[in-house]
Every structure is written in structure tokens, then in C-alpha cells.
């Protein structure tokens, strides 16, 4: 199983100024959409448009965005179509980069994709080149002063792998395939997740010193800046001085 990520929670810290800028909103429906279209638009037995339902309603997106949303993907209302795509590249310092995108045009995805690597020191690589160093993971967030005890009982119950403790909370961490019943159980016993939902995470780190993450977290900001990128995974270890600067 995938250790815990730092980066992931500052990529959840940075949501908020996402979500002033209405880009939050964006990517919520984006994935509602693709989500309903791919596993249809019944969120009981589709987990992953759960997680974007609960993602979106943590947001404060109304319902009848969220509905509207999941009809586009099942195709009761029309609408741009979106797809999804994935690219795999290098950052600097030979760090695996993996990018998530939904998009109604592939051409101008990628040419967006490729410049922001291009412009900050990466390169844009082939199909399998960095994705088998990741692994498919469900995880679930609860704040610093949670109760630990119980979310390790509750959660190893339930099926979790593991249960990270660290300043910036707990992090319950599953299989892929396991993720929605251990949040449906840890939910069940009155828990409030800050965050959750199905990630990328690498198997191994590659531990940067200040002046090589600062060149990565420029890339990894460029691509989280486009606006059909969902998701930006690597498999960098940022210096923790470094980490507060961006939080």
C-alpha cells in the first residue's frame, strides 16, 4: 500500500482558493458528468459518483446543480461531451508526474498539457512510461482533532489498510475497490470526512532537496492551473520548509 502523501494535503489546503475562483465548481461537475456517464447516474451503485456527489455538497454546490450534472452524463440533457484522458511525464529532476483531464477537445488539452511542461523544465513522455509507478487508492481525510482510537477501530473493521496520523490529520487509507464501504461505515458510525475520494499514489518517493521542489511545484501548479486538469499526482518528497511555503 502507498505511504502517506504530503502534497495531497496541501493540494486539499489550496482547494480553497480554487473554490473562490469558481475553478472547484468546474471540476466538480466535470467529474459528476464523467463519473454518471461511465457508471451510471444511481450513486448507490456507482462509487465514484458518490464521491463526487459528496465532494460537490461538501462545496456547497446546490442540488440542482449536482442533478443537472449527472442527467448531462447519463444523457438525459444534452451538453458538451467530455472524455477523459490521462498523460504521464517528467518534472525536473526526472520526477514521475501523472495528469488526470476530462475535455470535449484532445488536441488542445495536450497542446496546453505539453507547453506547461515544456515552459517549467519537464517533458510530456509516452503511454506507461511513469503511470505503473502509482497505484490506485481510496482515501479519507478527518481533521487533526479527531478521534483517533475510534477512526482506527471503525476503519480496520470496516477493510481499511491503514490509518496515517500526522499535524495536518488522519488519513484513512483504502483499496481502490474498498473505498466506498469503508467510508459508508466510517459515515455510519457519525464520522465527517474533510475530504475523500479514489487517488493516484506513488509507491515510491523521491526525496527533493528546497531548489529542485521549488522547479516541480511550479510544474505541478502549471498543470493544476489548466482548466481541463482534474488531478496532478508525483512521486516527489517536498521538503517540509518548502510544503509550508505553499500551504
Not at 446546490?62 to 451538453?79: D, H
Not at 503511454?127 to 479519507?140: A, E, H, M, Q, T
Request: with cysteine.
Amino acid at each position: 500500500m502507498a505511504g502517506h502523501s504530503k502534497w495531497a494535503n496541501i493540494k486539499f489546503r489550496k482547494a480553497a482558493q480554487d473554490a473562490k475562483r469558481g475553478k472547484l465548481f468546474t471540476k466538480l461537475i466535470r467529474e459528476i458528468t464523467v463519473s454518471a456517464r461511465a457508471g451510471g447516474g444511481e450513486a448507490e451503485s456507482n462509487p465514484r459518483l458518490r464521491a463526487a456527489i459528496d465532494k460537490a455538497y461538501a462545496a456547497n454546490m446546490t442540488k440542482e446543480v449536482v442533478e443537472r450534472a449527472i442527467k448531462k452524463g447519463t444523457g438525459e440533457l444534452g451538453g458538451v461531451d467530455y472524455e477523459e484522458v490521462h498523460y504521464e511525464g517528467y518534472a525536473p529532476g526526472g520526477i514521475a508526474v501523472l495528469v488526470e483531464c476530462t475535455t470535449d477537445n484532445r488536441n488542445r488539452t495536450v497542446g496546453e498539457v505539453r507547453h506547461a511542461f515544456t515552459k517549467n523544465g519537464g517533458n510530456l513522455g509516452t503511454d506507461g512510461s511513469v503511470s505503473y509507478l502509482f497505484n490506485k487508492i481510496g482515501v479519507i481525510r478527518f481533521p487533526a482533532n479527531s478521534n483517533e482510537e475510534q477512526i482506527i477501530e471503525w476503519a480496520v473493521d470496516a477493510g481499511a489498510e491503514d490509518v496515517v496520523t500526522d499535524e495536518d490529520g488522519i488519513e484513512v487509507v483504502t483499496m481502490a475497490e474498498n473505498f466506498h464501504a469503508v467510508q459508508s461505515a466510517l459515515a455510519a458510525h457519525g464520522l465527517v470526512a474533510q475530504d475523500a475520494g479514489i487517488e493516484q499514489r506513488a509507491s515510491t518517493e523521491v526525496l527533493l532537496n528546497e531548489n529542485e521542489g521549488e522547479k516541480v511545484l511550479r510544474l505541478l501548479d502549471a498543470l493544476e492551473e489548466l482548466d481541463d486538469v482534474q488531478n496532478v499526482y508525483s512521486n516527489a518528497n517536498f521538503p517540509d520548509a518548502l510544503l509550508s511555503e505553499a500551504g
